[in-house]
């Protein structure tokens, strides 16, 4: 049961990280349940040890800080895709 409600969390993350951060995000559920996950994991690793709780806050800061490295990198692969000469 632990893993679904991690699952859970990580998707609310994601939408709310994904709300708070404007722009334009072409992503389905599991990519943002992803984000929210990845999040977490991050959030988890910045604010709190492996036995700590990280909550809500943590991962949303973490999926934030996921959500802006991803524009970065996709920002960057946009640009360079798309033109052969």
């Known amino acids: 049961m632990g893993l679904i ?3 859970i969390m990580g998707l609310i993350a994601g939408l709310i990280a994904r709300a708070i951060m404007p722009g334009r995000d072409p992503m389905g559920w599991l990519a943002t349940m ?3 996950v990845v999040g ?3 959030g988890g690793f910045l604010f709190g040890g492996p036995d700590d709780a990280v909550g809500y806050i943590g991962a949303v800061v973490g999926a934030l800080i996921v959500l802006f490295v991803y524009r970065l990198v996709i920002g960057r692969n946009r640009g360079a895709t798309g033109r052969a000469f």
């Open 5 to 7: 409600l991690f699952l």
């Open 40 to 42: 977490a994991l991050l």
């Open 34 to 36: 992803l984000l929210g």
